[in-house]
């Protein structure tokens, strides 16, 4: 059954810091898309980054940073020195080729805390 | 280009009221989702529209939600009567075809509260 799991609840960290939150993935298709989505305090979901299951280049975004691993079904994201603007929380997505129309399944969400 | 407008932004109704929902999707969209969210999860999806049709409604309790696009653009919501266990924010997306691994583009969300 698909599902996506984002085993870090909560994680505070101090600004300039490096931070990682994870994202793992089940999924029978051979063919699916992995997300991320930013949630701020104001609610609304902001889209990050969307990658298939074909391509597992890592990508780099100025500070963000996306490693993909089919291996260990993990889409792990990267913020490098973090700033209070990060705060917020933080959603691993899941598409799968064979659910049409692009259902996306949410992990729990990481709440991300940059202390100044 | 704007977003997509999701309106009211906050409700307060007493259990077995009724409440409705509206989203607008982002211009040229074809595909319109709603999702619930309840306070400490992610969202999961309700229904899903293409154009006016259905494409997927397995997860809208039917007894208590609808919803419509009847003219394949904006969207209603309804709950009627509303439970406590439905207090949570409803999202709604969009995106430009609802093909697999498509990108949603989400609303700003209406948070229900439910006494």
Redesign the interface.
């Known amino acids: 059954a698909q599902k996506v799991t984002q085993a870090q609840t909560e994680i505070s960290v101090v600004e300039k810091e490096d931070v990682t939150l994870d994202c793992v993935y089940e999924t029978r298709d051979t063919t699916y898309y992995l997300f991320w989505y930013k949630q701020p305090p104001s609610g609304e979901l902001v889209f990050l980054i969307r990658r298939n299951s074909f391509d597992e280049q890592n990508e780099i975004s100025g500070r963000y940073s996306w490693n993909f691993q089919k291996s260990t079904s993990s889409f792990n994201f990267t913020i490098t020195a973090s700033q209070v603007v990060d705060s917020a929380v933080y959603f691993c997505a899941l598409s799968e080729f064979y659910n049409q129309g692009g259902k996306l399944i949410f992990g729990q969400g990481t709440e991300l805390s940059v202390k100044p | 280009e704007a977003g997509v407008a999701q309106s009211p932004r906050y409700k307060i109704i007493e259990k077995r009221q009724s409440v409705a929902f509206w989203c607008n999707p982002i211009s040229g969209h074809a595909?319109l989702?709603w999702?619930q969210q309840i306070l400490?999860?992610?969202?999961?999806?309700l229904i899903?529209f293409?154009n006016n049709g259905v494409?997927?409604d397995s997860q809208l309790p039917k007894d208590r939600f609808s919803a419509e696009r009847l003219k394949g653009v904006d969207s209603t919501l309804k709950i009627q009567p509303a439970k406590l266990e439905d207090s949570a924010?409803y999202?709604c997306?969009s995106?430009l075809a609802?093909?697999?691994?498509?990108?949603?583009?989400?609303?700003?969300?209406t948070?229900l509260l439910v006494l």
Not at chain 2, 40 to 45: A, H, I, R, T, W
């Open positions: 595909t989702y999702y400490g999860q992610g969202p999961k999806l899903q293409q494409v997927d924010v999202l997306a995106s609802g093909a697999e691994g498509e990108t949603q583009y989400f609303g700003p969300g948070r």
